[in-house]
């Protein structure tokens, strides 16, 4: 449904009044509370200026996330598949070699 | 717009603290302490805002290795600001604390009025600023908490696009399309009931 135009701008002028007015009424801001501001800053200590070269390794970490994930799935894909398949090898190895199945059976 | 010899006194004040001095800190807290507490005053409730107006601070702390300078200390503690209450509201939706009541019969009434063509009905309607918040807090805590902040930066405190952007790190074209959805959303929640009774008749 559309609404007049003067009456959204009418409430949105009367909105924006009762917002605004928010910000107007003041906060006791005691030392209290700045002192506890400080007290939290000491406890975190010392903050340095980061070197260029630990900059740029943090933005790349971030950056090669969705690749190392990617990779991850793959690795983890074959790795499942090469499991599998080493089974049936084994399994079919076991079969086909009589001596080695004699030996497996019956090692006395 | 920031005094060039306050952000001279910023960039010393920052390099002190940058250089190991702690207590410098203390300074930049007691020269923004009322500017934080104004954005934070406004996008919080009163009774959370010392607490979000104290992890502001911790935040431009922790950052502070980070601050380019390219913008002014005054407007790059204003996006942290913001971005702190953003977070608050995320975290406040995400465990559902957020109040989510339907607009009373006196809401709707203080709406119907606003907007009516009858100016001195609507002049003493506005100035009855309880339902007024109640109205705009009822409403706000309808939508999710992006279009909270975005309908709060751009169609309540008159922003800009641009700057809403800077402030919340968002890109000039989300904050478009978020603002005009959330608008429509945010009408959608005030005339719902309007609406309603229309269809019925």
Not at chain 1, 12 to 24: G, N
Not at chain 2, 98 to 115: C, F, G, K, Q, Y
Request: net charge positive.
């Amino acid at each position: 449904m559309k609404y007049p135009k003067e009456h959204m701008d009418r409430l949105k002028d009367a909105l924006s009044a009762t917002y605004r007015s928010k910000a107007e009424t003041t906060l006791p801001v005691d030392s209290q509370w700045r002192q506890n501001v400080i007290r939290s800053i000491r406890r975190i200590g010392p903050t340095r200026k980061e070197t260029g070269h630990r900059l740029d390794f943090s933005n790349l970490v971030w950056k090669l996330a969705p690749a190392a994930l990617a990779l991850m799935i793959l690795l983890g894909a074959m790795i499942f598949r090469i499991e599998d398949t080493l089974d049936y090898q084994l399994a079919g190895l076991m079969v086909n070699d009589p001596v080695q199945t004699y030996i497996t059976i019956e090692p006395l | 717009m920031q005094n060039p010899i306050d952000g001279v006194e910023d960039t010393d004040t920052i390099r002190n603290i940058l250089e190991g001095n702690v207590n410098a800190f203390e300074r930049l807290v007691e020269k923004y302490q009322n500017h934080v507490f104004s954005i934070v005053r406004k996008h919080v409730p009163s009774t959370q805002a010392h607490e979000i107006a104290h992890d502001v601070f911790v935040r431009a702390y922790q950052g502070l290795a980070g601050f380019s300078g390219k913008s002014g200390f005054k407007q790059w503690l204003s996006g942290i600001a913001v971005r702190t209450c953003y977070d608050f509201w995320r975290r406040k939706y995400r465990m559902r604390e957020v109040p989510m009541s339907e607009l009373s019969d006196a809401h709707r009434e203080w709406i119907e009025n606003t907007v009516s063509d009858d100016s001195e009905n609507a002049h003493v309607m506005s100035s009855r600023q309880r339902e007024a918040s109640e109205v705009l807090e009822a409403a706000l805590n309808q939508l999710s908490a992006e279009d909270r902040m975005v309908i709060e930066l751009v169609y309540l405190e008159g922003c800009t696009h641009k700057e809403a952007a800077g402030l919340l790190g968002w890109s000039i074209a989300n904050i478009k399309i978020r603002a005009f959805r959330a608008r429509n959303k945010l009408h959608k929640i005030l005339f719902k009931e309007k609406n309603r009774q229309q269809g019925e008749r």
